[in-house]
């Protein structure tokens, strides 16, 4: 059965720490990899992957894939309040549909 | 340019009852999808629609039936609401299918007692 895991379920940090969100899969014929952030309400988009070793990048968040190890890692720097939130992995399968994982509660204390 | 609308935002039915919740999209997008999305589970994939008059089942269609006669809509029916629905549902549409950017509504959250 395909599944994605994300870990850790929940962390918390101080404002301007560094942190890892990891999500690792076991998906049939992987297409691409997404990672969303999730606040108060609706889910937003923050990167699609599809290559390994690429990196995508958007101010202080990072994301790279890893298609032989079957792991994503999306990076925050420089921690904000404002980053606080839930982080959702999501790998797209041969039908064309998400897989979604859990979601890394992230709180970042002042 | 509104996006992915959805109503109601909350709704307490009883168990046996029915009702509709409602989703439009204004971007033309041909892909949509419901989700439900419960404490520690991730988002689950009730129903989707890749145009106009063809739908499919997800990973938990049973007790919901959908249909799309228009690219804009795409309402979700509970057909005999059970405690088990209680949950949080969005509606997201993308240009052509999952493996697109997802836009997501606001959600609805349902109550079943």
């Known amino acids: 059965e395909d599944k994605v895991v994300q870990s850790p379920l929940s962390l918390v940090v101080h404002e301007g720490d560094t942190v890892t969100l990891n999500c690792s899969y076991e998906v049939t014929n992987f297409r691409s990899l997404l990672w969303y952030k999730q606040e108060k309400k609706a889910p937003t988009f923050l990167f699609m992957l599809t290559s390994s070793g690429i990196e995508k990048k958007s101010g202080r968040l990072s994301s790279i894939l890893d298609k032989k190890e079957l792991f994503s890692i999306l990076n925050i720097t420089a921690t904000q309040t404002g980053d606080s939130a839930v982080y959702l992995c999501?790998?797209?399968?041969?039908?064309?549909?998400?897989?979604w994982g859990a979601g890394t509660k992230l709180i970042i204390k002042p | 340019n509104a996006g992915v609308t959805q109503t109601p935002k909350f709704q307490v039915l009883k168990t046996g009852q029915s009702m509709t919740l409602q989703c439009a999209q204004d971007?033309?997008?041909?892909?949509m999808s419901w989700y439900r999305q419960d404490p520690g589970m991730g988002l689950r994939l009730i129903h989707y629609?890749?145009?106009?008059?063809?739908?499919d089942q997800g990973e938990v269609p049973n007790g919901y039936n959908v249909s799309r006669s228009t690219t804009e809509d795409f309402p979700l029916r509970l057909l005999s609401a059970a405690p088990s629905q209680t949950s949080v549902y969005f509606c997201?549409?993308?240009?052509?299918?999952?493996?697109?950017?997802?836009?997501f509504g606001p959600g609805t959250r349902l109550t079943v007692t």
């Open positions: 629609s890749v145009g106009a008059g063809i739908t």
């Open positions: 971007m033309n997008h041909e892909y």
């Open positions: 999501a790998v797209v399968d041969s039908n064309y549909q998400l897989i």
């Open positions: 997201a549409s993308s240009y052509a299918s999952g493996a697109y950017e997802q836009y």
